[in-house]
């Protein structure tokens, strides 16, 4: 139901597309974009990390998956803490905190769902922003985990939903307005000290 829930809201973002920023597309750096992926990539990273350590692989089994579902989230997460942690050493001291987190997850099927529509989201993040980018070595870094979190997707759907794994010939980039939207509801807190972002919210 949740992931349903946010899946209607993309649609209805994409169709209704939000007001512009408050600082101009030119005034928005490279800093800043690495510093919203960033922010993005600890949700995700702290998503997996407390759902893996809540349901066991009896849990998993339990809830109907079989053997290789459970291993598969646990690589997928060991991917999301990479992401976290190559985006931190490039922003260095500078790089935005995790924030603490609120996951409607009570079970392996709900964190299924939610899986799904966070790597959704994540690849609608990445491509949405890439317009943004300056710096060429950034963009094809950016490609690069764009493309992780799409297979992450198409796996999610298929294997542990039993979705259409690529559902639309294109994907639907949002902006990071209408992401940080979408993630809103899962973020409690964050610490002071993380580099505000100059974008609507």
Aim: hydrophobic share 45%.
């Amino acid at each position: 139901m949740f992931q349903k829930i946010l899946l209607f809201t993309i649609a209805a973002l994409a169709a209704v597309r939000a007001a512009p920023a408050s600082r101009s597309d030119s005034a928005i750096t490279d800093a800043d974009i690495l510093q919203y992926a960033l922010t993005l990539e600890h949700l995700e990273n702290a998503f997996y990390a407390e759902a893996l350590a809540k349901f066991d692989q009896g849990a998993f089994a339990g809830a109907g998956y079989s053997s290789d579902v459970r291993q598969r989230f646990v690589e997928i997460g060991e991917h999301e803490a990479t992401h976290v942690k190559f985006l931190s050493d490039a922003l260095g001291s500078d790089a935005t905190k995790a924030c603490n987190y609120s996951f409607p997850i009570p079970d392996p099927r709900s964190f299924a769902s939610v899986a799904a529509t966070l790597e959704s989201v994540g690849v609608s993040a990445y491509a949405g922003a890439a317009h943004y980018i300056d710096n060429s070595d950034y963009l094809t870094a950016a490609a690069t985990i764009l493309s992780v979190e799409a297979r992450h997707a198409s796996w999610v759907n298929a294997n542990a939903n039993s979705s259409d794994p690529f559902p639309a010939p294109f994907d639907t980039p949002l902006s990071p307005s209408e992401v940080l939207k979408l993630a809103a509801p899962f973020i409690v807190e964050c610490p002071s000290s993380n580099p505000k972002l100059p974008f609507d919210t």
